[in-house]
C-alpha cells in the first residue's frame, strides 16, 4: 500500500506540473509541424505529386512569343506547366517576381534563364529537363519525316504494368514519395517516438532532486519500504506517462496515415529504452544535489543521447559501422517500416535491451549507495 501510496503520489504531481503538460502539447506541435514540413517538402520535390496535388499552377514558365503553339510551347505544356508568353526583354524582367524560369530559342538551342532561389527550382529544372528532351527527340522524328503512327510508338515504345504482390499487409501511405517515405521513417518517426523518453528523464530527476533540495530525501529512505520498492515507486509514473505518449504517437501517425508496423516489438523496444532514459535520469539525480546541476547535467547527457541515436542514420561512422544496426534507433526505423520482419528482428533488438538493463541495474546500484551515504 504505501509503494502505491509513493507511486499514486508521484502520478500527481506530475500531472499537477503545468510545464509536463505543455510539452505534451508541444511533442503534438512538434509532430504536426514535421509531418506537414515532410509532405510539403516531398510535394514540391516531386514533379509527380506537384501534379497530382496541384502544384503546377505555382510552376510559372515564360516562353519567347515567337514559340507559341510551336513543338516547344507543346513539349512544356505536356509537362504540366503553367506557360505564359513574352518577348525576350520582357520575359527578363518577369524573372523571379511572375515567372520561374524563361525559355527562348538561340542559335538552334534553347535557353533557358531560371531564378535558383526558388523553392520550387528543383521540381522546375527537373520538369524542364523532360520537356527539352521530349522537344528534343520529337524534333528528330519530325525532322526525319517518320508517318505519325511511327512517331507515337517511338515515343511510348513499352507499356509497363506492375502486378502488386503480397498485398495483406499494404496500408495506405499518405504520399507514395521515396523521400516522404525516406525522412519520415528514417528520423521524424523514431525523433517523435523517442522525445517522450527525454522528457521521462527529466522528470526522474526533477522527482528526486526536488526531494533533497526539500530536504525529504532522507525521510524517504527511511520509510518502511525496500530500496527497490523506492525506486520503482519514483520511476513507474514518469515512465508510463512517457510510454503511454508513444503509444498515442503511434496513433495520430496511422491516423495520419503513416503506418507503423511491428507495434508489439516497438513497444517493447521503446520500454527497453525508456528503462535506459530512466536509469541516467536516477544516476543524475544521485550524484546532483541541486535542479540547476541536474538540468545542465541531463541536457549534457540528452545532447550525448541525440548523438548516439540519430547521427549514424546519417552519416558514416567508419570503423563503427558495424554497430549502427544495434542502436535502438536503427532497429525503430526497422520494425516501423517492414511490414515483414523475421526473427532476425527480435535478434537486433537484443543488444539495445541489454544495455538499457544493464544502465538501469548500474542506476540503481548507485542510487542504494547514495542511500546508505546520506544515511
Not at 509503494?3 to 506540473?17: G, I, Q, R, T
Not at 506537414?36 to 509527380?48: E, H, K, N, R
Not at 501517425?253 to 536516477?282: D, E, H, R
Not at 558495424?322 to 537486433?348: K, Q, T, W
Request: net charge neutral.
Amino acid at each position: 500500500m504505501k509503494f502505491l501510496a509513493l507511486s499514486k503520489k508521484e502520478a500527481l504531481d506530475m500531472l499537477s506540473n503545468r510545464l509536463y503538460i505543455l510539452l505534451v502539447l508541444v511533442q503534438v506541435i512538434i509532430l504536426l509541424g514535421a509531418y506537414g514540413l515532410a509532405a510539403a517538402s516531398s510535394v514540391a520535390a516531386d514533379p509527380q505529386l506537384i501534379d497530382t496535388w496541384g502544384g503546377g499552377r505555382f510552376l510559372r514558365i515564360g516562353l519567347d512569343v515567337d514559340e507559341k503553339g510551336s513543338l516547344l510551347d507543346e513539349s512544356l505544356r505536356r509537362e504540366g506547366l503553367n506557360v505564359s508568353y513574352y518577348s525576350v526583354e520582357d520575359g527578363r524582367r518577369a524573372l523571379g517576381s511572375k515567372i520561374l524560369a524563361f525559355v527562348y530559342l538561340k542559335g538552334g538551342d534553347i535557353a533557358v534563364e531560371a531564378d535558383t532561389s526558388s523553392v520550387f527550382y528543383t521540381v522546375m529544372s527537373e520538369k524542364l529537363r523532360r520537356a527539352t528532351s521530349d522537344y528534343a527527340r520529337r524534333k528528330q522524328f519530325r525532322e526525319a519525316g517518320l508517318p505519325a503512327s511511327m512517331i507515337s510508338a517511338l515515343e511510348n515504345p513499352v507499356n509497363l504494368k506492375v502486378v502488386p504482390r503480397n498485398r495483406e499487409g499494404y496500408r495506405p501511405l499518405v504520399l507514395e514519395s521515396s523521400y516522404f517515405v525516406e525522412i519520415m521513417y528514417g528520423f521524424i518517426v523514431p525523433f517523435i517516438l523517442f522525445l517522450p523518453f527525454f522528457l521521462g528523464s527529466n522528470m526522474v530527476t526533477d522527482s528526486i532532486v526536488g526531494e533533497k533540495e526539500r530536504k525529504t530525501f532522507e525521510v524517504l529512505l527511511m520509510t518502511p519500504l525496500p530500496d527497490t520498492l523506492i525506486i520503482l515507486g519514483k520511476i513507474i509514473p514518469p515512465l508510463m506517462f512517457s510510454f503511454l505518449q508513444g503509444m498515442l504517437w503511434i496513433i495520430i501517425l496511422s491516423a495520419l496515415k503513416v503506418p507503423i508496423y511491428n507495434i508489439p516489438l516497438i513497444l517493447v523496444l521503446l520500454l527497453f529504452t525508456g528503462l535506459a532514459f530512466t536509469g541516467v535520469g536516477m544516476f543524475i539525480s544521485t550524484l546532483a544535489d541541486s535542479t540547476k546541476e541536474a538540468n545542465s547535467a541531463i541536457t549534457v547527457a540528452l545532447f550525448f543521447a541525440t548523438f548516439i541515436l540519430f547521427v549514424p542514420l546519417f552519416m558514416d561512422m567508419g570503423p563503427l559501422t558495424d554497430l549502427v544496426p544495434m542502436i535502438p534507433s536503427y532497429v525503430l526505423v526497422r520494425l516501423s517500416s517492414c511490414p515483414h520482419c523475421g526473427p532476425e528482428a527480435l535478434i537486433s533488438m537484443v543488444p539495445s535491451g541489454v544495455a538499457s538493463i544493464l544502465i538501469f541495474a548500474a542506476s540503481i546500484v548507485s542510487f542504494r549507495r547514495e542511500g546508505v551515504i546520506r544515511l
